[in-house]
Every structure is written in structure tokens, then in C-alpha cells.
């Protein structure tokens, strides 16, 4: 079995594998791609699987994986050891393309599935955000502030988010994001990564 792949002996891996709640309204058809365990102490939370990653199954195997590994100073062999790192998008398929992307996460996705992720999950984790779609979810009480503002909240108060990361996404655009905010590379991610390092 691949580092990437289910852990094929768990109920809920098993349940989600089977999910066809939302077949009718994805056209590229349903291939849910999560990744997590019982031991995952690092979770991150994205936005849908590209279509890159739905023709492979392999969470974040596109140029945004590539960007965010690099933020977090990961490599491959630990992003993709489940009992690690946890990768449970806010929609677990590929929503389909959209004009300058792709479709939002079908709203359906979280509201099923994510309670009875994290519970499953160990309660002591580092939670990573990236992007809109999972920071409206989880942090609710900043819903009205851009993802800079949130992002300028954490550089000047790290320890008060309390191990729940806000992060712009890492697609193409972010590369134009961080030229415009040098101190994202200079003052996050450095701290961002020692918070990592002591979860792995």
C-alpha cells in the first residue's frame, strides 16, 4: 500500500471510499481523496482535490502540493504518512472546473463527513487552514476579515490562534500573494515550521 493510500482496515475510510452523496452533481464523477489515522497530529485542511489529484487519487499531487510542502518544509515521505499528517479537504472530490479554476467544494462534503474525521483524530494536533472555504468553516468569529488580515493576526500573535493556522492557499496565485508580503516568508513560515517540527 502506498503512504498516500486509505488505511483500508478502518469503518470510516471504508464509509467515505463509498460516498455517492453528491454523484449527480460532479460530472468528472466521485473519487473522495482524504488521508488521515488515529495518530495524525498534523492536520491540514484545503479546499477539493484539483483534477490532477482526481485522476491519481494522491492528496495535493499538483504544483499546490509542491508549494505547500515547501512552506511547511515537508517531504513527501512524512506529508504522506497518514499516521502523521492528516489531509481532509472541506470537499473530499474533484468539484469540476470553473472559469480562472475550479468549482467551490460541494457544500454536502464537510457537514457529512468532517465531526467524524476529527473525532478521529487526536485531540493534541496542529490544524493548518488553507484559503477561504476552510477558514469560514473554522474560524468563524474572523469570518468577515480577508485571509491577509487573518494571516497579519497570526504574525503578530502566533501562540494566540493556539494551534489552528490560517494560510492563504497555495495555488499559483499565492506566489503573486507573497510578493506583495514579503514578511509571510520572513515572519510565518519560520515559526509555522517549528510548530510542525515538534508535532512530527
Not at 5 to 23: F, G, K
Request: hydrophobic residues 40%.
Amino acid at each position: 500500500m502506498s503512504a498516500a493510500a486509505p488505511d483500508i482496515a478502518s469503518p470510516l475510510h471504508r464509509e467515505i471510499a463509498a460516498c455517492t452523496v453528491c454523484a449527480d452533481k460532479l460530472e468528472h464523477g466521485v473519487r473522495p481523496v482524504v488521508q488521515f489515522s488515529a495518530t495524525s497530529r498534523i492536520l491540514i485542511i484545503g479546499q477539493a482535490p484539483s483534477s490532477t489529484v482526481h485522476r491519481t487519487g494522491v492528496p495535493w499531487d499538483d504544483d499546490s502540493g509542491e508549494r505547500l510542502r515547501g512552506w511547511l518544509a515537508m517531504d513527501r515521505a512524512a506529508f504522506y504518512d497518514p499516521a502523521r499528517v492528516a489531509l481532509v479537504p472541506m470537499g473530499f472530490c474533484y468539484p469540476g472546473p470553473a472559469k480562472g479554476g475550479d468549482n467551490p467544494p460541494r457544500p454536502e462534503c464537510a457537514p457529512l463527513w468532517h465531526n467524524r474525521v476529527l473525532a478521529h483524530l487526536p485531540e493534541d494536533r496542529l490544524t493548518v487552514l488553507l484559503g477561504t472555504y476552510a477558514q469560514a468553516a473554522y474560524l468563524p468569529d474572523t469570518k468577515r476579515l480577508t485571509i491577509t488580515a487573518r494571516i497579519e493576526r497570526l504574525r503578530d500573535d502566533f501562540e494566540a490562534f493556539e494551534g489552528v493556522i490560517p494560510l492563504p492557499h497555495p495555488a499559483w496565485r499565492a506566489r503573486l500573494w507573497m510578493g506583495r508580503h514579503e514578511w509571510f516568508d520572513t515572519d510565518i513560515l519560520p515559526r509555522l515550521r517549528r510548530a510542525i517540527a515538534e508535532r512530527l
